[in-house]
C-alpha cells in the first residue's frame, strides 16, 4: 500500500512536499515515482525515481522546480515541490514498479504494481 501526505493549497510561487510511505511491504528493487492529473486532464508524468542507484528523472514541465528523493529506511519517497505555478493544481499519485524509472513516462496504469490513492495540490494565482 502507497499512502501520499503533505498535499494542500499555496500560492504561486510557493513550495510544497509531498510524501509516499509503502506499507505492508517493501519495495527494493522497484522504481518509484509520481504522476498528477489535472480537471479534465489525462494522468500525466512527473518524476520517478530508482531505488539502486536513486537515478532520477522528470517531465520536461517539472524540471528546475521539483525534486524526487527517497529515504531507504523510512520506505518513502518525497517530492519537493517549488516555484509552483497555477498549471501545477491536479491530484498528484504515487506508484511504484519493476519497470526502471527512466520508462515511467511511457507506462501505462496496469505497468505499475501499486498506485495511492492520491492527494489534492491547488495552486492558486
Known amino acids: 500500500q502507497l499512502v501520499e501526505s503533505g498535499g494542500g493549497s499555496v500560492q504561486a510561487g510557493g513550495s510544497l512536499r509531498l510524501s509516499c510511505a509503502a506499507s505492508?511491504?517493501?519495495?527494493?528493487?522497484?522504481?518509484m515515482g509520481w504522476f498528477r492529473q489535472a480537471p479534465e486532464k489525462e494522468r500525466e508524468f512527473v518524476a520517478s525515481?530508482?531505488?539502486?542507484?536513486?537515478?532520477?528523472f522528470y517531465a520536461d514541465s517539472v524540471k528546475g522546480r521539483f525534486t524526487i528523493s527517497k529515504d531507504n529506511a523510512k520506505n518513502t519517497i518525497y517530492l519537493q515541490m517549488n516555484s509552483l505555478k497555477p498549471e501545477d493544481t491536479a491530484v498528484y499519485f504515487c506508484a511504484a514498479s519493476r519497470y526502471n524509472g527512466v520508462s515511467f513516462p511511457h507506462l501505462g496504469a496496469g505497468d505499475m504494481n501499486c498506485w495511492g490513492k492520491g492527494i489534492l495540490v491547488t495552486v492558486s494565482s
Open positions: 505492508g511491504r517493501t519495495f527494493t528493487n522497484y522504481a
Open positions: 525515481i530508482n531505488w539502486s542507484p536513486g537515478s532520477t
